[in-house]
């Protein structure tokens, strides 16, 4: 437990942080008592309503996420995400001639254009669609301190991104396509009557979607790359399987590697009443209401009490030992995106002979990796 308020962006009375996996779990099953607390900077995104991953469980919660399953389908994943990444990302390290500047170059455009083909909502540009997920996410959530310029530049990629939205919305009212698409999807269950799936409620869907995808897949890509880079034996064993076409080793290892620096170490909620965690072992303590609750789910995944042999890096091991991308009621919508397409966006490299850094991962004063460059023998 600490007095000070490590995070100021949302209001608490202090920070406790907690790191074992089993308390790690506990926080985050434990969702009535220890809540999200986005819900008035989402309300700001949209400009009026909540998005889920600011919901506490509850009625528009199961509509939002449900509606929202039925349009983004786990089979699209098999059936066309992991083809599209795959062509995409191949055509561009095709191109490159052996240098390349792995977000700006690869996986954010990569990204952006999952958006435009997928979901069927491009942008002006795929650079407007970057930049604006980007600064909505950063101000969401990593903006712990509160800083004013970040807000300003959220409101206005939110104004800009909402009007992107509707502008897409009203042309696909006025000129329908046939084109088995995110928001086609989503328009067929308006005309059905589906609660919950007005223009505004699509909108605002889309939008939490979009900022939860663009800048996270383009950044956990770059974390585990260098994270491979940086160990010999396991990037020999990623080019191996690259090389082989045994996609759920080049998966082993990427998820592996990025277990040593997720894109989310720590996720945090807030504690709606007094209680204990942890309750009945030596380390129980009482988390007073109102304190922030540091998961530290990176820990988690090195807590040699949950996790095997927690230090070594092993491609072994059960997919239950990963906590990537949060867990519990809010666990990542886009867990089963993510799986496929983070290794198809790297394969492309991990092919070539002679991968190497060219350069450290340079953020740019952001929380997302702007650059790195990478070389390798082309052919
Ligand atoms: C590697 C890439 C990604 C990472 C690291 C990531 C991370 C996370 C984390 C940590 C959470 C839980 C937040 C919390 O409990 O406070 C979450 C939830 C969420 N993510 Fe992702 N995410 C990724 C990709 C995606 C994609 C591709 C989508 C969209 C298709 C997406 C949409 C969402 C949504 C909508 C939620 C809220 C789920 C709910 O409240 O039930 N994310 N993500």
Redesign the pocket.
Known sequence: MLSRRVITAYDNTGTAIVTRQRDVVEV?DREADFA?V?EPRMRRITAGEN?????QDSAE?TRD?SN?RLV?RRADVSERLVAFTAREASAIVAASGGALDVPAALTLPV?AR?VASYFGTPGPSEQALIEQTTIMFWWL?ADLAADPAIEARAIAAAADCRAMLEDAIAARHATPTGDDDILNRCLALQASGTPGMSDGAIRD?LI???????P??S???VLALNELLNRPAALAGAHAAARADDDALVAAHVFEA?RFD???PI???RATRTSVIARGTLRARTIPAGTMVLAA?LSAMFDPVAVEDPDSFRTDRPWGDYM????????????Q??RA??PQMLKPLLRHKNLRAAGLVDRAGTPFPAHFPVQFDPG
């Open positions: 985050l999200v986005y998005f889920f991953l600011g919901m919660y996420v929202m983004v990204a999952i959530f869907n939490g979607l979009l900022i939860g995808l663009v996270t897949l950044k956990a890509a990025l997720p894109v989310n996720i945090y909620r789910n990537l991308w949060g867990y519990g009621m809010h666990l990542c919508f886009g867990a995106i993510n397409v983070i």
